[in-house]
Structures are given as structure tokens and as C-alpha cells.
């Protein structure tokens, strides 16, 4: 068993064991590192704020050395400057022999600063218990030691507090640093032998650079080859030959260096070569006083052929380049095939020429033009149009380049077709001619094609209009045979008076177009090229069907009909998008449930061949049925999409005219009969002797004549019914009824009345008076429904006609009758009527042409035929001239 401790009394004065000992460990050993990181901190303290202008006069000196200052200077400026910077670097030394180390004390007290309870505890661990040692003295000392090495060892080091801030107010060490950083890096490598420069007190200063010489060849931009140096590293050998595209440039820039911020004179740079170079049409020089450009002179010069270029600078001569050219070839061309080539429905492409050629040149061709004249009339012949063009691809090798021309002025034409390139340095080439007649459309309604042939003489002649007029007024010279319809003679009516007041070149290509739209129509009617591509295509799927062609052949007939019918839809589309404003109040709601889009017309036609493949001819033939129905629909819809008053306006016009044929040929029939009445009553007043026989016969007669007025009669009142019914429909839609209809209807019903008494030579007088009338109504109607398709006088001007024109245009006018404007006459009833519109000879004659004086005559004929007053004699041969004719 251990013994009991004893208990220990200090005396007065008697230290206790070990305190001195333990309070020096404490101090020194026992705090280790941070005792002498707080050391080190209380020597910069120190000692760094006596050496910071002695370290900015060291980095004054670096900067000097990295800029290359002392490179610059004379040995003598050199030396003096180096050692005025080391006095005063001495100099600035002086504060530091006064730096104190720091001592025990010091340290101790910066390391009690930093308790955070226990104050000052290394400042405890080293002070000695005084008075007297007892017991509890002893006790209580020990414990409050004990703490104090607790907290000592919770001491940490304090970062040391130069306060540069109190030396440099302005942060002049951050702009310090920044130079040096910048001086370092401008200096690069060469730093250590610039500073060495400032203790090199016998070498001269350094003499300025050479001016600096680079020279390279830029080729031609479109030979795509890059540009060649001919200095530097990448330089070639001085006596290589140097090969370049003819066209490059050369050129020489010298630059002189900037030296102690003085701006440096350019030097004088000359070349010395023959005549293979050339100055370029732009100045090559430095412009002077270009800032950018101060010391720098550069030349150039334009490679044409092989030479040697000499560089001379300041009369020496620096450098020689020998030059070889690389020829440019001239371009080739080869017009390898023309070729005409019809409308496809299948490639859904219009009619044209096809020209197949091949292109050569060793870069590329810069310019291609196709040339077409026209065989006939020489290539200085005016014409209205230009010819049909196309751009030609320009990249080399076979190309091919389609002219459409179906639809052209030119088409029917032969011409002659011939290819001109150019490279891009102006070297031209041509190809053979060859000829080749342009395509046109095939027309076979008569009138389209004549009006296609008068077409092409209009532009192949503009300054002879006599035989296209003449042409016209063929045309117009029976309507009933040529133009049965009202609206297509007053188009051709219209086109008519548009030649005979023609003046400029602008208002004969307006002419000319509606010729060809004219055309169109009547071999068309209102069928597009879209909807005769997509019967086409129908009709040749319906063949395979019927044939039972192969599934392969089918396929292809659906992808046909296919794009066809996109086409067509697409056309439909966009007509339907311009005329979604135009007579929005007359549509009526679409019901959604009846609406079809393009997928469901996609999904027929893929039905139809599921069906053709799996063999089902019939079925594929409905669903064809099905989907030409749902077409002819949509056709029939777009031609309904018309403005319903310009409709109503053309129907009626044309019922007025079926009233009026009618009329005319009741007419002719009643003169008929009363003429064979009239030979009747002679015949009657010659065998009054013979009663027994001739009476039965008279009876006979008279019943048959009878029985034959009652069925004039009733045509008459038939034709007098439908004529109330006309103006019946005109008011109820709001027309203004036209001049006209009331005689029209007041001479029907006269001649009614003398048909129904048995006068039919009096009631050939009524049937004049209503032909008259409805001739006034027609020309009325006619009119109003010129007017609203914007062709009306009041629209003259503003179709771009002046107004003298277009008064000559209405004075020149016909209607669908033969009669001019304003004559309130029917079939010719004025005998001056043959003098209008014409010019007189000055002998009483006329001057108009050929067809307008037939027109005439015959007017007059059926006018005289129609006065039944004159003489029997003179009537039969009126008649026998008509039927002659």
C-alpha cells in the first residue's frame, strides 16, 4: 500500500519547486510555432515599413530596364542613371539599422492579447508567488497557474500589421505592380539582358531596326487559290520560281519602326520590272497623312506575264522575285441538244424548249446568256415582246436549262438558239446555232386559234395593225356563227375598238393579252391548267383500271393523280383566299359535317390502290366515280364563286338575246305570210267567175290561213310572256331596268293584237318597233354588266386609257346585234348608220375596211326588207340578195 502523501509548507520567501523552470518552458517551448510566427510578425512590423521606399525605387529601376530605357542611352546617361538609382537606394536604407528585434516581453504580451478569458496567462505563468508560503497559498496558487497554462495554451498568432496604408495614402504599390507586370510582359525573353544593359557602361546605345519588308501575291478571287508569301518564314527561296494566276496582284509593304515616340518617315520603296506587270487602276500607295499608316508604303502591281521584279528601298536594292504566269484558258461551250418538248401532266411542267450544253473552263464561268432570234424578220426586228428567256447554270460541266414558251408570244416561232459565256476575265465564247420552232399549245376551237395567229402578229408587227383589225372584224362579221355567245363578242367587240385606238407599245401588250386570255377561255372555258392536268390524269387511271394494268403502272398513274390533284387543290386554295371578301353576304353557312380536307381525298385514292392491287377493279372504279364526283363538285363550286349580281346580270342578258333571235325570226316568218297573203288576194280577184270550185277552195284557204295566224299569235303572246317575266326578275333584284323594255313590250303587244285580226303585213310594224326595243334593252344591259367587270367608260381612265381613247373605244363599239351605242335603231333602221365609225374619202364613200362595210350593206339590206310598203318586186329581190350571201 502506497503511503499517504505528505503535506508540504512553503515558507516565506521560499519559491516553489519548479515554478521559474516551468514558467520559462511555458513560454518559449511550450507555445513552439507560435511563438515565433508572433516574433515574425512584430519584425515586419518593423522592419517593412523602413524598407518600402528603397522597394519602389528597386521596382522604379526594373521598369526602367524592361522597357528597354537603358538601350536607349549613351554608356556615359547610362552609367550616371544607374548609379543615382543605387545612392539612392542606399540612401533609403538608413531607417533599417534602428529595427529592434523583438524581444521575450513583446512577444509574451502580443501573444496575452489574444486571450480570450483568462487575462494575461503567459504574462501568470511567469510571475512568482510573494509573502508568505503557506499550505493554502500554495494551493491557491498552484490552481490559478493551472489555469493560466489552459488558457496559454488557447492563445493563437496574431497577423502581422504593416499599416502601408499610413505610408502610401495613394495605393502608388498597386499601380507599381501593374507597370512592372506590364514591362514584364513587353520584355519577354530579353528581360535579364535589358536589366544587364543598365551596368554595360561602354557599349553604344543600340541603332534603330530596318524597316521591316513583306511582299505576297494575291490571286484572282474566283480561282479560289491562296494567297503566297514571299517573305518571312513562310517565304519562298529567293531563287525559286514563283508561279501565280495571271490577274494576281503583287504586293510590297515596307514599315518603319517607331522609335523614342517619334513618328517615322516611310520609306521609299521602288519596283523595277518589264512589261509583264501593271499598275492597278487604284492607287497602291500609303494615302499621306493616313495616321494608320505612318511609315508604312506599299505598292502594288498586277501580274499579266512572266518577269523579274526587283525591290528597290532607297535606291538599294533588297529583293528579287521571279514571276511566272499561269494562263488563264478561254471558256468552251457545246450546245450538245435542243429538244421541244410538250406540256406533261405527269411532271405537271408546262410546254417548252429543253437546251442541253456542257460548259469548260479551267476556274469557272463568271457570265452566261442565251441568245434567241428569230429566223424571220432579222434580229433587228421590232417586236412587242421579248423573247422567252432563262437563266443558264453557270457551274461547269453538263447542264441542262428548260425554256417555258407553250404560253408565249414568240410560241409557234422557229428561232434560232445559240449559247455566249464569258470567264471572269473577260474571255467569251459561243456555241454553234441551232434552230428550233417553239413550242405552243395546241388550240382546236376555231376562234382560239385564229385569235392565237392574230396574237402572234401583233407582236411580230406592231407597226401594221390593218390586218389584225381586218382579222377582228372577220370575226365579228357573223356572231351567230362565230360568237354565239353575248359575252364572248363584246370581249372580242371590246378587243376590236381597243386596236383601232391603240397608241402606245404598253397598250398594245394589254391588247395582246387579252387576245390570248380571250383564247384560252373559248378552248377551255373557265378550266385551268390545273383542272386539265388533273382530267388528264383521271382519265388515264380510269384506262389502267379498265385494262387492269399492273400493280406497278397503277402506282405510278395514283402518284400522278396524286400531285395532280394537290395542284389543283392548291390552285383552289388560293383563289379561294382572294376571293374570301368578295361577296361574303350572298354565302351561304359551309355545314362542317359535309366538309372534306385533303386527307380524306388522299385516303381515296390510297383505297383505290388497296383495291387495283388486291385485284378489285370495280371497287377501285366506285371510289373513282366517288372521287371524280367530289372533284367535279369542287369545280363546280369554284365556277358558282362569281359575284351572284354580274351572274344574274349575264343570264338574263343572254335570255334577252334568245328573245331576240326569236323575235327576228317571228318577224321574218309573218312578212313570209302576209306576202303569201297578198299573192292569194290577186290570184282570188283573177278567177272570181269560176264560184263553185274557187269558193270551196277560198274556204280552205282562209281556214289554213286562219288556223296559221293563231299559231303566230300565239308565239308572239309566248314571247311577250317571257319578256314580262324578264323585267319581272330585273325588279325583284334590284336591277335598273333598261331603256327599252317598255317599247319592247308595247310593239309585242300591237303585233298580237294585228296577228290576232289577221293582218300579219300590220303586225310586222309592231314585231320592228319590239325588235327596236329590245335592242335599246340589250345594249343597256350590256353596258351595265361592261361596267361592273370594270370595262365600263366610267372606268376608261382608270384602267390606264386616256380619256380620248376610251370615248373612241365607246364610239367604236358593237353590240351583240351590229349596233353601235347611242343609235336606238335595230337591224341597220338608219340609212347613216353605214357612215359611222368611219372615215369618208371625200367623195361621199367610206373608208373603213372590207368587213365593216359588208356589216354595213347588209344591215341596210335587212333594214329596206323590212318596210313592207315598197314595192313586191323590190322585196323579192332584197330576199333573194340575203339568202345569196
Known amino acids: 500500500m502506497a503511503p499517504a502523501p505528505q503535506n508540504r509548507t512553503f515558507g516565506p520567501g521560499e519559491p516553489l519547486a519548479g515554478d521559474r523552470a516551468a514558467g520559462d518552458v511555458t513560454s518559449r517551448e511550450r507555445m513552439g510555432w507560435r511563438y515565433r510566427l508572433t516574433a515574425l510578425a512584430i519584425l515586419s512590423e518593423r522592419i517593412l515599413p523602413a524598407l518600402l521606399p528603397a522597394a519602389g525605387l528597386v521596382g522604379f529601376f526594373l521598369l526602367l530596364g524592361w522597357t528597354g530605357a537603358f538601350e536607349v542611352l549613351e554608356p556615359g546617361w547610362r552609367m550616371a542613371l544607374t548609379l543615382a538609382l543605387l545612392v539612392g537606394f542606399v540612401w533609403l536604407l538608413r531607417p533599417l539599422p534602428g529595427v529592434r528585434l523583438p524581444d521575450s516581453s513583446a512577444i509574451e504580451r502580443r501573444l496575452d492579447r489574444t486571450s480570450a478569458g483568462f487575462p494575461r496567462p503567459l504574462a501568470t505563468l511567469s510571475d512568482q508567488l510573494a509573502g508568505k508560503q503557506d499550505s493554502f497559498s500554495a494551493a491557491l496558487w498552484s490552481v490559478h497557474r493551472q489555469r493560466a497554462e489552459r488558457a496559454s495554451a488557447a492563445l493563437r498568432t496574431e497577423t502581422a500589421d504593416v499599416k502601408l496604408r499610413e505610408k502610401d495614402h495613394y495605393a502608388l504599390r498597386a499601380a507599381m505592380l501593374m507597370a512592372l507586370l506590364a514591362a514584364a510582359f513587353v520584355a519577354g525573353d530579353q528581360r535579364v539582358s535589358r536589366i544587364a544593359q543598365a551596368f554595360d557602361w561602354s557599349t553604344p546605345r543600340i541603332a534603330p531596326p530596318p524597316p521591316r519588308l513583306d511582299a505576297w501575291i494575291d490571286p484572282p478571287a474566283y480561282t479560289g487559290r491562296p494567297p503566297i508569301f514571299l517573305s518571312g518564314n513562310t517565304g519562298t527561296q529567293p531563287d525559286e520560281i514563283i508561279r501565280a494566276p495571271v490577274g494576281a496582284t503583287l504586293s510590297v509593304r515596307s ?230 355567245k353575248v359575252g364572248d363578242f363584246i370581249a372580242l367587240d371590246m378587243i376590236r375598238a381597243g386596236l383601232r385606238t391603240a397608241r402606245t407599245d404598253d397598250r398594245l401588250r394589254e391588247i395582246t393579252e387579252q387576245i390570248y386570255e380571250l383564247a384560252l377561255y373559248l378552248e377551255n372555258g373557265d378550266m385551268t391548267d390545273a383542272e386539265k392536268r388533273l382530267r388528264e390524269a383521271e382519265a388515264r387511271l380510269r384506262e389502267a383500271l379498265e385494262r387492269e394494268a399492273s400493280p406497278e403502272e397503277i402506282k405510278k398513274l395514283t402518284e400522278d393523280l396524286r400531285r395532280a390533284m394537290d395542284q389543283f387543290l392548291r390552285e383552289f386554295a388560293e383563289r379561294a383566299l382572294r376571293d374570301q371578301d368578295r361577296n361574303a353576304q350572298d354565302r351561304s353557312p359551309i355545314n362542317p359535317d359535309r366538309m372534306l380536307t385533303q386527307r380524306d381525298l388522299a385516303d381515296m385514292l390510297r383505297k383505290i390502290e388497296e383495291m387495283a392491287r388486291s385485284g378489285n377493279m370495280a371497287e377501285a372504279q366506285r371510289l373513282l366515280n366517288e372521287l371524280k364526283q367530289v372533284l367535279e363538285n369542287l369545280r363546280s363550286a369554284r365556277r358558282q364563286d362569281v359575284d351572284p349580281r354580274m351572274r344574274e346580270l349575264g343570264q338574263q342578258l343572254e335570255e334577252l338575246d334568245r328573245l331576240q333571235r326569236e323575235q327576228r325570226d317571228l318577224r321574218d316568218r309573218t312578212f313570209q305570210e302576209g306576202q303569201q297573203r297578198r299573192g292569194q288576194q290577186g290570184q282570188q280577184r283573177q278567177q272570181q267567175g269560176q264560184q263553185g270550185q274557187r269558193g270551196q277552195q277560198r274556204g280552205q284557204q282562209q281556214q289554213r290561213g286562219q288556223n296559221g295566224e293563231q299559231s303566230l299569235q300565239e308565239q308572239q303572246q309566248a314571247l311577250r310572256d317571257r319578256l314580262k317575266q324578264l323585267r319581272e326578275r330585273l325588279q325583284q333584284r334590284g336591277m335598273q331596268e333598261s331603256e327599252g323594255f317598255g317599247e319592247a313590250e308595247q310593239g309585242m303587244g300591237d303585233a298580237e293584237s294585228q296577228l290576232g285580226q289577221g293582218s300579219p303585213g300590220e303586225a310586222t310594224e309592231g314585231q320592228q318597233r319590239a325588235l327596236d326595243g329590245l335592242g335599246k334593252a340589250g345594249e343597256g344591259m350590256a353596258q351595265e354588266l361592261q361596267r361592273q367587270m370594270g370595262q365600263g367608260e366610267g372606268e376608261g381612265e382608270g384602267m390606264g386609257e386616256p380619256g380620248g381613247m376610251q370615248r373612241g373605244r365607246a364610239e367604236n363599239r358593237t353590240d351583240p346585234l351590229g349596233r353601235r351605242p347611242g343609235s336606238g335603231q335595230g337591224d341597220g333602221n338608219n340609212p347613216d348608220k353605214l357612215n359611222e365609225g368611219h372615215e369618208t374619202d371625200g367623195r361621199g364613200g367610206t373608208k373603213g375596211t372590207i368587213g365593216e362595210r359588208a356589216d354595213g350593206v347588209l344591215r341596210e339590206l335587212r333594214r329596206r326588207l323590212g318596210e313592207f310598203e315598197r314595192p313586191r318586186d323590190e322585196l323579192e329581190y332584197l330576199e333573194r340578195l340575203l339568202r345569196q350571201r
Request: net charge negative; aromatic share 4%.
Open 255 to 484: 514599315t518603319m519602326p517607331r522609335l523614342e515616340g517619334k513618328e517615322p518617315a516611310a520609306a521609299k520603296i521602288d519596283l523595277s520590272h518589264g512589261a509583264g506587270l501593271e499598275i492597278p487602276k487604284e492607287a497602291g500607295d500609303a494615302a499621306p497623312g493616313d495616321r494608320s499608316r505612318i511609315g508604312v508604303t506599299l505598292t502594288k502591281r498586277v501580274i499579266r506575264a512572266d518577269s523579274i521584279v526587283k525591290v528597290l528601298r532607297d535606291g538599294r536594292d533588297v529583293a528579287q522575285y521571279r514571276l511566272a504566269v499561269i494562263p488563264d484558258l478561254p471558256p468552251k461551250v457545246t450546245l450538245s441538244e435542243i429538244r421541244s418538248e410538250p406540256a406533261s401532266a405527269e411532271r405537271q411542267t408546262p410546254g417548252g424548249v429543253r437546251v442541253n450544253f456542257t460548259l469548260e473552263d479551267d476556274y469557272g464561268i463568271a457570265k452566261a446568256d442565251l441568245i434567241i432570234e428569230r429566223v424571220a424578220g432579222g434580229p433587228k426586228a421590232r417586236t412587242l415582246f421579248p423573247v422567252p428567256s432563262a437563266s443558264v447554270p453557270l457551274r461547269l460541266g453538263a447542264g441542262e436549262v428548260a425554256i417555258p414558251t407553250e404560253d408565249h408570244p414568240w410560241a409557234g416561232e422557229e428561232v434560232r438558239i445559240r449559247l455566249r459565256i464569258e470567264d471572269d476575265l473577260g474571255q467569251a465564247a459561243e456555241s454553234e446555232t441551232k434552230s428550233v420552232t417553239l413550242p405552243q399549245r395546241p388550240f382546236t376551237q376555231g376562234v382560239a386559234r385564229a385569235l392565237v395567229e392574230q396574237r402572234r402578229a401583233l407582236n411580230f408587227s406592231p407597226d401594221d395593225l390593218a390586218g389584225v383589225r381586218l382579222a377582228f372584224d372577220g370575226l365579228l362579221y357573223e356572231p351567230e356563227r362565230f360568237t354565239p
